[in-house]
Each structure stands twice: as C-alpha cells, then as structure tokens.
C-alpha cells in the first residue's frame, strides 16, 4: 500500500480547500479504479469471511489511512476558521465514498467495463513540490558510483511534468530509473516516456 499512503497526502497548511479535495478525490479515484488493483481487490472481498485478519489489514493499510488523513486535513481548517463541519471524520468518510460510488462500484462488481484512459490533469514542466519526496543513493555506472538521487511519486505526476535525471519514480509495484542525461515526461494519459541521452543511445 506504499503507493496509496503516496496518493493520500494533504497539507494541513494549504488552505484552498477545493483545490485540495479535487486533487485529492481525483488521485483517490484514478489509483482505484486501475485495472490492475480490481482483481486483487476482488480476492480480499472473497475471503475476508474466512480470513478475516487479511481483511482487516488491508483496510487499516488503504481506506483507514484515506479517511484519517483527510479527517485530519478537515479538522485543520476548521481550526483554522476556513470550514465548519460537525465531525470531521464522518465528513472524510462521506466525501471518500461520494468520490468514487458512481465510478468504482461498478466495476469492481463487473457491471460496468473498466473506464477507459482520460487525460489527466496537465501540470507545468515542472512537477508540483508535493510530487518531490525526497533524495536516496542509487549507483549510476556512468556517473562513476553512487549519486544522491531525487526521488518522485509517480501518482502526483501530471501531464507535462518534466524529470532530468538522474531520478527516480516510485510507485506501489515499481520503480522507474531516469539515469543522468536522460528525461522522463509524463504524456497525456499518464504513462512516463523516457528520453535517452545522446551519451547512451
């Protein structure tokens, strides 16, 4: 679930609260409904009655980190005087299960086909601060042994954002590698398209 602790972000300080919720229920709702997530998803349905520790950490480790971390994004700006809500946390639950009810259900019932690849969201060239999470050591044998290297969340990425490495970009299941020289830019329908250096091609 590392990837969908890196979707489930929100800064108690950014008090554009539209802003914050579209991005949030967008990144919320494009991670869930990826074809690759409904089928394990689908399995944890099915044998949660049997076994129900699975079920209860898959919960705690996906839609418990969503509705507390956005209870505590709500409660902030009440705090802050921006908003008045009752409870926060009912509040979080309401607007998680809103976000998707119409979209994700569906599918992951089979009533409906998986949506098919939109456009996402176009940023600048330069990723958002928030999609920076922040730098390791990764070798690179052209830059003669290891480097400190910044590294990305892949879901924060918007259309048009721009990498130079070296870089790396990390989601749930994998990595991608930009190697100094070479560029990785997000296309319109997310997917990263590397650019290699006249030095390696």
Known sequence: MEQAEQVMTLDSHDHDVEAALT???SEFVRYLCRPSRLSPLRTIIGIADRMPEIGRKF???GPAIGIARLTAYLAAQVDAGVLAVEDCEIAAAQFMESSHA???KPIVFNFAPAPS????ERGGEAPAKDAFTGTRKAYFEEAGGFVVTPTFARTVLLAGNRITGP???EE???TTVVHPGDSAEVDAIGNLVISIS????
């Open 23 to 25: 991005r949030f229920g």
């Open 59 to 61: 919960y705690e480790a």
């Open 102 to 104: 119409m979209l994700f």
């Open 117 to 120: 690849l939109e456009q996402i």
């Open 167 to 169: 870089a790396l970009i």
């Open 172 to 174: 749930h299941a994998s």
């Open 198 to 201: 006249g030095m390696r091609s």
